[in-house]
């Protein structure tokens, strides 16, 4: 028995490498880059520690080049997810009762691995698999995933250190955080390898087990994953990976008894959807699940005519087109001064005209090519309906080619219609909508912006003028769960900016902070009363 108190290292934000020429973690990246893409592997369900190959099997392809194959996974079917059910509520038996401390230990090694021996094996990976460049994939599939695991597991301690304020004479007041009592099914996206190693890993760390069904263009890292979790000494049956059809997976983990609760990263008619399935089946579960989402976005740019127009400019073609705009935080639609027009649409002509697009194998490269087939023809469905419209222009890109890879133009439309569909629709594409403002109108466009659409993720403001600022801030109090002001809408850092929204882009329980952790726990007040009373007379009762 260690009768220690125990303290995790406080947490600080992993240093973002450059990679810039001549540097080790460049040779080293690009070195990944080689040995992975001239590998194919093969991706089995993996439960309880298990690789299970099912047979029905999908490839794997590098989103910016077809002939780049990179291996195929196999999908689980209902006999897998159902064993995988049952797999994670035996493992939970030794997990939840495991000292916190043990569990911090391993969360800890996974951070520290990844730092280190896998850094450029996972920035390799996620750019050839989801197509990030050489920076994108490092804030992401390194820095952020590392800062999530370690202040995670600092915010594990701060919640358990969480106790009662007051214990009366005689008597101790304690609280104990149980896991749920159940499994947790973590959804993942494609787009953020460190959303994707958070889901499962946050109701982990806070004693949970889950089952991990990624994207279906995204799995090839989660697989990674897995293998370092297992280094690390992370349990079998404690994550299990299953790739599946998310038909199947609804059919079976929602209408099981030990459903738990769901860690959710995806579109906004999915997250719906399944809260109105786990609604139908409420009756049938052990208690009330826990509901944990983070969904779509229509995210801003509102300029004031005392903006800093390059500022502007830089902050539009970043917070649109990193990552070719596959962020749900991605500027996505913008309001500028009238006055500003002019300059404004010049600036971004000229800087958007200096923009490389091709494999990530070239570092000078600033985007790379969409995800998948289905991402393609959704996002230039919207550049073909503004093309083709009255009320609308595709004034500054607007190309595209599948030859090769998914490749799209950083797009800007311009409309003065507000219920235009490319200023109102989620794109998740390199699509940027801006619309101009009678500069005396900026108040009631302020509340346009608010009341735009169905979403509140993320905004962003830009004004040198303070008096602008206080009433933004105001107006759009309920519009965005993370606000900016003269920085671009992306780009939150754990630690710093902890994430998420309301309205429809999710539940607000902010990733990166104490509040999403504590979503993964049920708590037990704890009384002890040392002099129990033997009789059952009270004071008053003395006299009539």
Request: proline share 5%; aromatic share 12%.
């Amino acid at each position: 028995m260690n009768n220690s108190v125990f303290n995790v290292p406080h947490p600080s934000n992993e240093p973002v490498l450059e990679y810039r020429e001549g540097s080790k973690e460049k040779k080293e990246l690009k070195a990944a880059l080689k040995e992975l893409s001239e590998q194919y592997i093969e991706i089995p369900v993996i439960i309880g520690g298990k690789e299970i190959k099912s047979g029905n099997t999908v490839e794997i392809t590098a989103p910016f080049d077809h002939s780049i194959k990179l291996g195929k996974f196999h999908q689980a079917g209902p006999k897998e997810i159902q064993l995988a059910i049952d797999t994670a509520m035996e493992a939970r038996k030794a997990w939840s009762k495991m000292p916190w401390f043990h569990r911090a230990g391993i969360f800890l090694k996974v951070a520290e691995l990844i730092s280190t021996k896998y850094r450029a094996q996972m920035n390799a990976a996620t750019m050839l698999s989801i197509g990030k460049t050489a920076v994108q994939a490092e804030i992401d599939s390194a820095c952020e995933l590392i800062d999530f695991l370690r202040f995670n597991t600092y915010f594990m301690q701060q919640i358990y250190s969480e106790q009662p304020m007051l214990n009366s004479k005689g008597m101790w007041n304690s609280l104990q955080y149980r896991p749920l009592e159940g499994f947790v099914l973590a959804v993942t996206p494609f787009n953020f390898t460190a959303i994707s190693g958070n889901l499962p890993t946050a109701p982990a760390m806070m004693g949970n087990v889950c089952i991990w069904k990624p994207s279906t263009d995204a799995v090839y890292v989660p697989y990674l994953l897995m293998k370092i979790f297992k280094e690390a000494g992370m349990p079998d049956g404690i994550i299990n990976l299953i790739p599946c059809k998310s038909s199947d997976l609804s059919n079976i983990a929602f209408s099981s008894r030990d459903f738990g609760g769901i860690h959710f990263t995806g579109s906004t008619k999915v997250f719906k959807t399944i809260w109105e399935t786990i609604g139908k089946n409420i009756w049938d579960y052990k208690s009330y699940p826990r509901i944990v989402g983070e969904t779509g976005g229509k995210d801003y740019i509102f300029a004031h005519n005392t903006a800093d127009i390059e500022q502007l400019v830089a902050a539009s073609v970043r917070g649109s087109f990193e990552y070719q705009g596959q962020k749900c935080s991605a500027a996505s639609r913008a309001y500028i001064p009238m006055s500003m027009k002019d300059e404004y649409m010049k600036r971004m002509k000229e800087v958007i005209g200096t923009i490389k697009m091709g494999s990530p194998f070239d570092f000078t490269n600033f985007m790379t090519a969409c995800v998948s087939k289905k991402a393609f023809k959704d996002i230039t469905s919207y550049i073909d309906f503004a093309k083709d419209a009255k009320d609308a222009e595709v004034a500054i890109g607007g190309g595209y080619d599948d030859s090769k890879g998914w490749f799209i133009e950083p797009t800007v439309i311009t409309t003065q219609n507000l219920e235009f569909k490319t200023f109102k629709e989620e794109i998740f594409g390199p699509v940027l909508t801006v619309t101009f403002y009678e500069d005396a109108k900026c108040d009631e466009y302020l509340e346009y912006c608010n009341s735009g659409n169905e979403y509140a993720l993320t905004g962003a403001i830009f004004s040198s003028e303070r008096e602008f600022i206080a009433k933004a801030l105001e107006v759009l109090e309920d519009s965005a769960g993370n606000f900016y002001i003269n920085d671009k809408p992306t780009g939150a850092v754990v630690g710093q900016q902890p994430f998420g929204g309301g309205r429809g882009s999710g539940t607000n329980d902010k990733a990166g902070s104490y509040l999403n952790l504590i979503r993964w726990v049920n708590t037990r007040t704890i009384k002890e009363n040392f002099v129990p009373p033997v009789s059952i007379e009270y004071p008053h009762m003395e006299a009539e």
